[in-house]
């Protein structure tokens, strides 16, 4: 069980400003530690059906916040590449411009 303690230094660690607490990268962390340690209960209640299916659900969670959170690292990063074309285009078209006035 994460104790008030390990969750406080998960959040501390990865929260983006100080009163962060739900972010995805705060929720997939929390996640994570949660999933080792019922991974870890696992190995020796092998026939804890329904831990196993809280188990499931955890990983199926922490991979959709994954896979937002990545989405989203992909639109910044391509809006950023997107401005970068966009002013190599327009010194293009002024270079073009200059040569059909001479």
């Known amino acids: 069980m994460v104790t008030s303690n390990k969750k406080a230094k998960i959040i501390k660690e990865h ?3 100080e009163k962060d607490t739900g972010s995805a990268s705060v929720q997939i962390s929390l ?3 949660r999933i080792k ?3 870890q209960h696992l190995k020796y209640h ?3 059906v329904h831990s196993r ?3 499931l ?4 969670t922490r991979r959709k ?3 937002s959170l990545g989405s989203s690292l992909n639109r910044k990063s391509s809006s950023d590449q997107n401005k970068s074309l966009s002013s190599k285009n327009k010194s293009k078209s002024k270079i073009k411009n200059k ?3 001479k």
């Open 15 to 17: 929260r983006l400003h």
């Open 99 to 101: 040569g059909k006035s």
């Open 31 to 33: 996640l994570n530690q």
């Open 53 to 55: 299916r809280g188990l």
């Open 57 to 60: 659900q955890m990983i199926s």
């Open 37 to 39: 340690e019922l991974a």
């Open 65 to 67: 916040l994954e896979k």
């Open 46 to 48: 092998s026939k804890d």
